[in-house]
T-cell receptor, first 115, second 111 residues
Framework: DAGITQSPRHKVTETGTPVTLRCHQTENHRYMYWYRQDPGHGLRLIHYSYGVKDTDKGEVSDGYSVSRSKTEDFLLTLESATSSQTSVYFC??????????????FGEGSRLTVL | GQQVMQIPQYQHVQEGEDFTTYCNSSTTLSNIQWYKQRPGGHPVFLIQLVKSGEVKKQKRLTFQFGEAKKNSSLHITATQTTDVGTYFCAGFYPGGNQFYFGTGTSLTVIP
């Protein structure tokens, strides 16, 4: 158990509404990530954080913003949800080293449906 | 953008048969990781390969990293029903800032 909690686990919302997903870790790790998983695409990085208030974009960041005001929490916000953002969202942390050295530990996932 | 290709997309095997999934990149990777995701679950780290030509084994699983560090494979010997799931590779490029995941290979094991 890597001490990662995602909330909510399931959410159904309507197009145009804002949505925030929360990732909480209990082990004070520096690196945190948000991925989305879609059939035929594998896992794609949305945003990542390398410390409090330090974030950067991944390969599919358009339409998403993130914030990290505390080490333990990494929030993913969809300002105005669209149907193309229907997906399963995974938060991940890495225990060691830099971006390319640590294994990723994933949360249980948050299934978002945008109608 | 960077891309790691993974084949096959699906594989059905009889229990006891072997299974292999392959990942390929058009350019050299720094390192590659492998993950397993059970149906309805989350990806779980299996292994990381860093060196050219590296081979690592975990019981019935054998992982290889090509000499040119552009391809990798995962081979499972004598599959069991517990091997069911989707296997992903994730490659990291020199100077990059993220792992690029392959599209995964979904393994079904028929008892």
């Amino acid at each position: 158990d890597a001490g990662i909690t995602q909330s909510p686990r399931h959410k159904v919302t309507e197009t145009g509404t804002p949505v925030t997903l929360r990732c909480h870790q209990t082990e004070n790790h520096r690196y945190m990530y948000w991925y989305r998983q879609d059939p035929g695409h594998g896992l794609r990085l949305i945003h990542y954080s390398y410390g409090v208030k330090d974030t950067d974009k991944g390969e599919v960041s358009d339409g998403y913003s993130v914030s990290r005001s505390k080490t333990e929490d990494f929030l993913l916000t969809l300002e105005s949800a669209t149907s193309s953002q229907t997906s399963v969202y995974f938060c991940a942390i890495s225990y060691t080293g830099g971006l390319n050295t640590g294994e990723l530990f994933f949360g249980e996932g948050s299934r978002l449906t945008v109608l | 953008g960077q891309q790691v290709m993974q084949i096959p997309q699906y594989q059905h095997v009889q229990e006891g048969e072997d299974f292999t999934t392959y990942c390929n990149s058009s350019t050299t990777l720094s390192n590659i990781q492998w993950y397993k995701q059970r149906p309805g679950g989350h990806p779980v780290f299996l292994i990381q390969l860093v060196k050219s030509g590296e081979v690592k084994k975990q019981k019935r699983l054998t992982f290889q990293f090509g000499e040119a560090k552009k391809n990798s494979s995962l081979h499972i010997t004598a599959t069991q029903t517990t091997d069911v799931g989707t296997y992903f590779c994730a490659g990291f490029y020199p100077g990059g800032n993220q792992f690029y995941f392959g599209t995964g290979t979904s393994l079904t094991v028929i008892p």
